[in-house]
């Protein structure tokens, strides 16, 4: 180093203060303001100074201390044995000269020496003390000395047991592990908040960490945090114990308490190292996000021997793993049509690799999402990748906004077929309200028309469907009249006599009636009986066409919304032109409705939450509608029942809360054909 003392000196203070503002933006916001990376090499800089300039160091150096202290509203609690950080190894060299740093220290050759090896779990530390089996409290890290003891919150962790199992407890046990959310439970979490219209998480660490620290533990109750533990701190018991690391980590498990299933015993520094090479090759399937591996000598007698320095134990290391988030430039943004019309703002960024692969693409999820980014075209952005997850835009890096960046607007026409896009005040996702013409969703568009409800087309199932569209046989709902029975027979699969049937059922559905041709032409949230109640208002299509919005509104259980939506539907020429063709075909009704279908459910409110395997939330919709019933987006004590879908979140808690009655998809499927007849 050739700096001048003054030079290292102001350099010193820089680094000190842009770490301790990163250290409260990350340990006390849960909103980093650097990437790891970033804030890592600000960190040995620092070090490298002070052990240049050890006059440099001061006592209450970054360097010296770990973490921040907590300013939350939970209560302080002092930790008996302070919480460290690590020293990390960022690459091979680095894990062999901490080898033979240990095996200096203790005076052994570096070949003899056992080591506990597991992975680096990247959530946030915490503390579980038990007394005589039972927990008694728990805390965060805080800044090592002070955490926020935060045990109600921990309690709603199922992987946290409140009582030790079996009988051969230690009076006290303090034991120390990490909370961290799985990729599954992420995804899970951050689909239900944009459901919700709510903030996405940057990474599951952040989710993990804000979840947490939630002042009511009722919120972290519903979040899906994990426990793993990862060290005892302290332990007085009657009974003899382990005397090493890896043996107290069994005694845990006996306990109840988890412990990471990667966890592995090896010999000699080689034995790390092929241990650091072989866990860095599983990182990609695992279902949590791991920043490492955490080196720790087994035995309990060399921890004494070797101790701590100020802030990391010198028995163990931290073998750093590529960071998963990376800084880039957003260079554009695409807007995606989804097979339901739904339109995702997709950032296109300058290529950059992140944790092994080359990242160019990341989902904005919604307008929403970017306005709460304040994201412009031409920024530094902050990406987050992992395993399964898809890369993400975290932030933007504020520091580097250029003068000419550019906003993202919501496109006026759908990138795919040019049909008017819509995005409705209070609506999260903006749509393609081009339904059977767009392209991106006339898969779809063909399933609901052909569907059992709509035209009732016998024999058109989804595969047929997706093969006739993969040919380009079939564009519009018209050309599917338009199929000959010869041609139908030299698809796969399809022989001479279901390709008749087919064209004979194509033939049997010209003749509908009008609301199920309503039905089937897919407005958005015109269901079942919506449908039917237009047909019987208007009476012919032509009127209906030309219907202004005041007399749409003017029909039963339409408002504003679905009146705006019969109204933009007919407004667009393609659609017109699409009505034309199918009666051009030959696709008839009578004009006179027939009497109304019985409604079982009429006056009561349902709700639909999580996913469907049978059919579509909007299908469930349509035929609950159907059969009389309102759909409402959320609960209430007015709410006759909801259907719970898989991952249901907030509102199945909410409808229990309430004691409204809750019933699963295979109860739902079954009451609906009882009530269908
Ligand atoms: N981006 C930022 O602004 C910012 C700010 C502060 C800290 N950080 C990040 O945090 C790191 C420093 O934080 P740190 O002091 O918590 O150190 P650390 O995260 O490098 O190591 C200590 C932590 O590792 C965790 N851990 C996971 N598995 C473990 C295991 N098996 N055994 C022991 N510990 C295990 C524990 O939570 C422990 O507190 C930095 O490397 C940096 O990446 C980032
Ligand atoms: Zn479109």
Same mark, same amino acid.
């Given at each position: 180093?050739?700096?001048?003392?003054q030079?290292?000196q102001?350099?010193a203070?820089?680094?000190?203060?842009?770490?301790?503002?990163?250290?409260?933006?990350?340990?006390?916001?849960?909103?980093?303001?650097?990437?790891?990376?970033?804030?890592?090499?600000?960190?040995?800089?620092?070090?490298?100074?002070?052990?240049?300039?050890?006059e440099?160091?001061t006592?209450?150096?970054?360097?010296m201390?770990?973490?921040?202290?907590?300013?939350?509203?939970?209560?302080?609690?002092?930790?008996?044995?302070?919480?460290?950080?690590?020293?990390?190894?960022?690459?091979?060299?680095e894990?062999?000269?901490?080898g033979?740093?240990?095996?200096?220290g203790?005076?052994?050759?570096?070949?003899?020496?056992?080591?506990?090896?597991?992975?680096?779990?990247?959530?946030?530390?915490?503390?579980?003390?038990?007394?005589?089996?039972?927990?008694?409290?728990?805390?965060t890290?805080?800044?090592?000395?002070?955490?926020?003891?935060?045990?109600?919150?921990?309690?709603?962790?199922?992987?946290?047991p409140?009582?030790?199992?079996?009988?051969?407890?230690?009076?006290?046990?303090?034991?120390?592990?990490?909370?961290?959310?799985?990729?599954?439970?992420?995804?899970?979490?951050n689909?239900?908040a944009?459901?919700?219209? %709510?903030?996405?998480?940057?990474?599951?660490?952040?989710?993990?960490?804000? !979840?947490?620290r939630?002042?009511?533990p009722a919120?972290t109750?519903?979040?899906?945090?994990?426990f793993?533990?990862?060290?005892?701190?302290?332990?007085e018991?009657?009974?003899?114990?382990?005397?090493?690391?890896?043996?107290?980590?069994?005694l845990?498990?006996?306990?109840?308490?988890?412990?990471?299933?990667?966890?592995?015993v090896?010999e000699?520094?080689?034995?790390?190292?092929?241990?650091c090479?072989?866990?860095g090759?599983?990182r990609?399937?695992?279902?949590y996000?791991?920043?490492?591996?955490?080196?720790?000598?087994?035995?309990?007698?060399?921890?004494?021997?070797?101790?701590?320095?100020?802030?990391a134990?010198?028995?163990?290391?931290?073998f750093?793993y590529?960071?998963?988030?990376?800084?880039t430039?957003?260079?554009?943004?695409?807007?995606?049509?989804?097979?339901?019309g739904?339109?995702?703002?997709?950032?296109?960024?300058?290529?950059?690799?992140?944790a092994?692969?080359? +990242?160019?693409?990341?989902?904005?999820?919604?307008? %929403?999402?970017?306005?709460?980014?304040?994201?412009? /075209?031409?920024?530094s952005?902050?990406?987050?990748?992992?395993?399964? +997850?898809?890369p993400?835009?975290?932030?933007?890096?504020?520091?580097?906004r250029?003068?000419?960046?550019?906003?993202i607007?919501?496109?006026?026409?759908?990138p795919?077929?040019?049909?008017?896009?819509?995005?409705l005040?209070?609506?999260?996702?903006?749509?393609? !309200?081009?339904?059977?013409?767009?392209?991106?969703?006339?898969?779809?568009?063909?399933?609901?028309?052909?569907?059992?409800?709509a035209?009732? /087309?016998?024999?058109?199932?989804?595969?047929?469907?997706?093969l006739?569209?993969?040919?380009?046989?079939?564009?519009?709902?018209?050309d599917?009249?338009?199929?000959?029975?010869?041609?139908l027979?030299?698809?796969p699969?399809?022989?001479?006599k279901?390709?008749?049937?087919?064209?004979?059922?194509?033939?049997t559905a010209?003749?509908?009636?009008?609301?199920?041709?309503i039905?089937?032409?897919?407005?958005?949230?015109?269901?079942?009986t919506?449908?039917?109640?237009?047909a019987?208002?208007?009476?012919?299509?032509?009127a209906?066409r030309?219907?202004?919005?005041?007399?749409?509104?003017? +029909?039963?259980?339409?408002?504003?919304?679905?009146?705006?939506h019969?109204?933009?539907?007919?407004r667009q020429s393609?659609?017109?032109?699409?009505?034309?063709?199918? /009666?051009?075909?030959?696709?008839?009704?009578?004009?006179e409705?027939?009497?109304e279908r019985?409604?079982?459910? !009429?006056g009561?409110?349902?709700?639909?939450?999580?996913?469907?395997?049978s059919?579509t939330r909007?299908?469930?919709?349509?035929?609950?509608?159907?059969?009389?019933?309102?759909?409402?987006?959320?609960?209430s004590k007015?709410?006759?029942?909801?259907?719970?879908?898989?991952?249901?979140? !907030?509102?199945?808690?909410?409808?229990?809360q309430?004691?409204?009655? +809750?019933?699963?998809?295979?109860?739902?499927?079954?009451?609906?054909?009882?009530?269908?007849?």
């Amino acid at each position: 180093m050739s700096q001048t003392p003054q030079a290292a000196q102001e350099r010193a203070a820089t680094l000190r203060q842009q770490l301790e503002n990163a250290n409260y933006h990350y340990y006390v916001e849960d909103e980093p303001q650097l990437t790891d990376a970033e804030y890592d090499q600000r960190l040995r800089e620092l070090q490298a100074l002070e052990a240049e300039y050890p006059e440099l160091a001061t006592p209450d150096s970054p360097t010296m201390r770990v973490g921040a202290k907590p300013d939350s509203g939970f209560p302080e609690i002092e930790h008996v044995v302070p919480m460290l950080s690590l020293d990390n190894a960022l690459d091979e060299e680095e894990l062999l000269a901490f080898g033979k740093r240990v095996a200096k220290g203790l005076e052994r050759d570096a070949s003899a020496l056992v080591f506990c090896c597991e992975p680096k779990l990247d959530g946030l530390a915490v503390s579980l003390v038990y007394e005589n089996g039972y927990l008694r409290y728990g805390a965060t890290r805080g800044d090592g000395r002070t955490g926020e003891e935060i045990t109600n919150n921990l309690r709603t962790l199922r992987s946290i047991p409140l009582k030790l199992r079996g009988d051969q407890w230690p009076a006290l046990l303090e034991v120390r592990g990490e909370v961290y959310m799985r990729h599954s439970g992420f995804e899970a979490l951050n689909a239900r908040a944009l459901e919700n219209g %709510d903030k996405v998480f940057a990474n599951p660490r952040n989710a993990a960490a804000g !979840s947490l620290r939630q002042l009511d533990p009722a919120i972290t109750n519903q979040r899906p945090l994990e426990f793993c533990a990862y060290q005892v701190a302290r332990i007085e018991s009657d009974a003899e114990l382990a005397a090493t690391h890896s043996g107290r980590m069994a005694l845990l498990r006996d306990w109840g308490l988890p412990t990471n299933p990667e966890l592995a015993v090896v010999e000699g520094i080689d034995g790390v190292v092929d241990f650091c090479r072989r866990l860095g090759e599983k990182r990609e399937s695992l279902d949590y996000d791991i920043d490492g591996a955490v080196i720790k000598l087994d035995a309990l007698s060399d921890h004494n021997v070797l101790g701590f320095v100020s802030r990391a134990p010198r028995w163990a290391i931290a073998f750093k793993y590529p960071a998963q988030e990376q800084v880039t430039q957003l260079l554009d943004v695409e807007f995606q049509v989804g097979r339901t019309g739904k339109l995702t703002p997709v950032a296109k960024l300058e290529p950059v690799q992140v944790a092994g692969v080359t +990242v160019s693409n990341a989902t904005l999820h919604n307008m %929403d999402q970017i306005a709460r980014l304040d994201l412009r /075209i031409g920024d530094s952005v902050r990406i987050y990748r992992a395993g399964d +997850v898809i890369p993400k835009v975290v932030e933007v890096v504020r520091e580097q906004r250029p003068t000419d960046g550019r906003e993202i607007v919501l496109p006026e026409s759908c990138p795919v077929c040019g049909s008017r896009v819509e995005k409705l005040d209070g609506e999260v996702d903006a749509r393609c !309200s081009g339904g059977l013409y767009c392209p991106a969703q006339r898969k779809e568009a063909l399933k609901h028309f052909a569907s059992r409800r709509a035209l009732d /087309i016998d024999g058109l199932g989804e595969k047929l469907i997706d093969l006739l569209v993969e040919r380009e046989w079939v564009e519009t709902p018209a050309d599917l009249f338009r199929l000959e029975a010869a041609r139908l027979a030299e698809l796969p699969r399809l022989a001479e006599k279901s390709a008749n049937n087919l064209v004979n059922a194509l033939e049997t559905a010209k003749h509908t009636t009008l609301a199920r041709f309503i039905y089937a032409i897919g407005i958005r949230e015109v269901g079942e009986t919506t449908a039917a109640n237009l047909a019987r208002h208007f009476g012919t299509l032509e009127a209906l066409r030309h219907a202004e919005l005041e007399a749409l509104e003017a +029909v039963a259980d339409v408002g504003p919304v679905v009146a705006h939506h019969v109204h933009t539907f007919f407004r667009q020429s393609h659609n017109q032109q699409t009505l034309d063709d199918l /009666i051009a075909v030959g696709v008839t009704w009578k004009e006179e409705e027939a009497g109304e279908r019985p409604q079982p459910l !009429s006056g009561q409110t349902w709700v639909l939450t999580g996913s469907l395997e049978s059919m579509t939330r909007d299908d469930g919709k349509a035929r609950l509608q159907a059969l009389g019933a309102k759909v409402a987006g959320s609960v209430s004590k007015k709410t006759s029942a909801v259907v719970a879908g898989e991952a249901a979140g !907030s509102k199945l808690e909410k409808a229990m809360q309430l004691g409204v009655e +809750v019933i699963d998809e295979a109860t739902f499927i079954q009451r609906l054909a009882e009530w269908e007849g």
